[in-house]
């Protein structure tokens, strides 16, 4: 007796450990949706961007701000963060299944949830606020109206943007994967593949050039639509573009699963089902980056590079570099499948040759300093000093640097840094020597990085003997320059004297030539206002409270830049 319940208990087991581990890890009927609106994606989990994954829903809003927000499931509000970039005005919310979910973008806080962070805000004396919330502060209830959509932060248009994360691990995962009403049956779309000769000695086409083969039909039925069989030799490696799409056209998700197949070994599976936060931005490695800059196309490499610390890998061989040095045909075969576990594949074929016709390709000498990922490096040149540390490089770099004569209103040459086709992972250190500066205007100098018409981008920079440094995580060209130029304030509905009673606003645009907008204070009356600000639009605004009164009220606006320089806006108002 003792034997059979044994082996019912066993069987048991195998049954429950057979299961789907999505079933288990991600409960299909707790959340609900955070809109009363049939869900459409603007963007989708996993989506790969320069320098980040998208890391939740982007839902539409249908062009419009104001859409009421909704608690997907109970909980407490555990952090609230106003901030004019970034998801702008957010809410987190933990939940007791061990779940946390974020709306971001939103335009206003409802009831109890934006009274307290007003009182922050207020207590601090600051719009920005990044704040945790005591569990039992602001308890929450599945379905409680807890915002109204906006565009908050950098966001590129009205929407609301969804996350659900791993409360203890905070590991972002893709929101449908808990059973939101969403219905997508159509396959992922395949545009092209593309084919990398990897190292010197190796060729696509008797070149060392990539080549990128376009491809038609969905679902079984993809292929390239080009006729000619491509010939490789030496090691490959191969790359996919690819978007999915919904039932409602206007939906678009992330690819969740590729799978790479040469002949019948599997050469590379990648699965972006969750990711950590700070995984974000090695969305470089995986893209072809160089393609990114050039034309804005987003492929993904079936390539796992050296420094690539992602957690999203599966099964591979060789990190997806194939060797091909016979004289044969190779069958290629990806499968692309999305969350729903729609799925589209391609096969097609390589020819493989010994060598080209004119021999193998000599190597090339390298032109400058060696750098090697995973260790830190140091470049010592004449007028800079770059250092690097030890994770901020994919894979190893020739790296080329130069210098070209000052251009107008630079104060030292600029310096050529690499070049924008290959990414920096982490922040890295640039001093450059600024000696002909004169003394007065050394407190207004920046590094600045110079793009191919002229124009400058400030970078937040500090003195160290003769030389400003400043942190840089993008090759490119720099020099210094300096800010005496102060931010510039435009009232919109204000002038002096003016007599407000019939509006509920005070708005200004603010903005700043170089070194950007560091600080600002309102105040009414001698006393600090809260005045929103969205840095994308430079719209500063004064939402009518108790802090304005009937009769005569003196407004004033301080505004400063990065390096200081300052701005006064006075105003006596009437109410």
Same mark, same amino acid.
């Given at each position: 007796m003792k034997n059979m319940i044994l082996v019912a208990f066993m069987f048991l087991s195998l049954i429950l450990n057979g299961q789907s581990g999505k079933e288990s890890r991600y409960p299909k009927n707790y959340f609900r949706s955070p809109v009363d609106f049939p869900i459409l994606l603007a963007g989708g989990f996993g989506d790969v961007r320069q320098n980040h994954f998208h890391s939740g829903l982007d839902i539409r809003t249908g062009g419009e701000e104001g859409k009421p927000v909704y608690a997907v499931a109970d909980g407490y509000? =555990?952090? $609230?963060?106003?901030?004019?970039?970034?998801?702008?005005?957010?809410?987190? $919310?933990?939940?007791?299944?061990?779940?946390?979910?974020?709306?971001?973008?939103? *335009?206003?806080?409802?009831?109890?949830?934006?009274?307290?962070?007003? /009182?922050?805000?207020?207590?601090? /004396?600051s719009f920005e606020i990044d704040t945790p919330v005591d569990p039992g502060v602001l308890k929450?209830?599945?379905?409680? #109206?807890?915002?109204?959509?906006?565009?908050?932060?950098?966001? /590129?248009?009205?929407?609301?943007?969804?996350?659900?994360?791993?409360?203890?691990t905070q590991e972002i995962i893709n929101p449908l994967l808990f059973g939101l009403p969403f219905k997508d049956s159509i396959p992922p779309k395949i545009y092209n593949v593309r084919i990398?000769?990897?190292?010197?000695?190796?060729?696509?086409?008797?070149?060392?050039?990539?080549?990128? #083969?376009?491809?038609?039909?969905?679902?079984?039925? =993809?292929?390239?639509?080009?006729?000619?069989?491509t010939k490789v030799s030496g090691n490959i490696i191969f790359g996919i573009q690819a978007l999915d799409f919904s039932n409602d056209t206007g939906s678009r998700d992330g690819i969740f699963s590729i799978e790479l197949f040469v002949d019948t070994v599997c050469f590379f599976t990648q699965k972006i089902?969750?990711?950590?936060?700070?995984?974000?931005?090695?969305?470089?490695?995986? #893209?072809?980056?160089?393609?990114?800059?050039?034309?804005?196309?987003? $492929?993904?490499?079936?390539?796992?590079?050296?420094?690539? *610390?992602?957690?999203?890998?599966?099964?591979?061989?060789?990190?997806?570099?194939?060797?091909f040095m016979d004289d044969k045909p190779h069958k290629i075969h990806y499968i692309v499948k999305d969350v729903f576990g729609n799925a589209s594949s391609l096969t097609f074929w390589v020819k493989s040759h010994l060598l080209a016709p004119q021999g193998v390709r000599e190597n090339k000498t390298p032109k400058g300093t060696l750098l090697t990922c995973g260790k830190s490096n140091h470049v010592s040149s004449e007028g800079f000093i770059f250092d690097l540390p030890a994770?901020?490089?994919?894979?190893?770099?020739?790296?080329?640097?130069?210098?070209?004569?000052?251009?107008?209103?630079?104060? =030292?040459?600029?310096?050529?840094?690499?070049?924008?086709?290959v990414p920096i992972h982490s922040a890295c250190t640039l001093s450059i020597k600024a000696d002909r500066i004169p003394k007065r205007l050394?407190?207004?100098?920046?590094?600045?990085?110079?793009? /191919?018409?002229?124009?400058?981008?400030? *970078?937040s920079s500090k003195w160290e003997n003769d030389f400003i440094k400043t942190q840089i995580r993008e090759f490119?060209?720099?020099?210094?320059?300096?800010?005496?130029?102060?931010?510039?304030?435009?009232?919109?509905?204000?002038?002096?004297? *003016?007599?407000?009673?019939?509006?509920?606003?005070?708005?200004?645009r603010i903005s700043d030539n170089l070194s950007g907008i560091q600080y600002y204070r309102g105040t009414l009356n001698g006393k600090w206002i809260l005045m929103n600000f969205d840095a994308k639009s430079g719209l500063l605004v004064y939402y009518f409270d108790d802090r304005i009164h009937s009769g005569k009220n003196n407004f004033r606006l301080v505004v400063k830049d990065g390096v200081g320089n300052e701005s006064v806006y006075q105003a006596n108002l009437t109410r």
């Open positions: 509000v =555990c952090r $609230i963060n106003i901030s004019s970039t970034g998801f702008g005005n957010a809410i987190y $919310i933990t939940h007791p299944n061990g779940f946390m979910s974020l709306y971001g973008h939103l *335009k206003k806080l409802n009831g109890p949830i934006g009274n307290w962070i007003r /009182e922050q805000q207020y207590k601090k /004396e929450v209830k599945k379905g409680e #109206l807890i915002a109204y959509s906006g565009n908050t932060g950098l966001s /590129e248009g009205p929407h609301l943007h969804f996350e659900i994360r791993n409360a203890a990398y000769p990897f190292d010197e000695n190796s060729m696509v086409n008797f070149s060392g050039n990539s080549l990128t #083969l376009a491809v038609t039909g969905s679902g079984d039925e =993809c292929r390239v639509i080009s006729k000619d069989t089902e969750r990711f950590a936060f700070a995984e974000s931005r090695y969305a470089n490695s995986v #893209l072809d980056y160089p393609q990114v800059v050039r034309t804005g196309q987003r $492929i993904m490499r079936s390539y796992i590079a050296p420094n690539n *610390k992602l957690s999203i890998y599966g099964r591979n061989k060789n990190k997806g570099v194939v060797n994770d901020a490089l994919y894979e190893d770099l020739d790296f080329v640097s130069s210098s070209s004569p000052a251009v107008h209103g630079s104060y =030292c040459p600029v310096f050529h840094l690499q070049n924008d086709y050394i407190s207004k100098a920046l590094i600045v990085k110079v793009n /191919e018409a002229g124009y400058f981008s400030g *970078k490119g060209n720099y020099s210094v320059a300096v800010d005496t130029t102060p931010p510039v304030i435009r009232p919109i509905n204000v002038r002096q004297n *003016k007599n407000i009673s019939k509006q509920t606003t005070l708005s200004f």
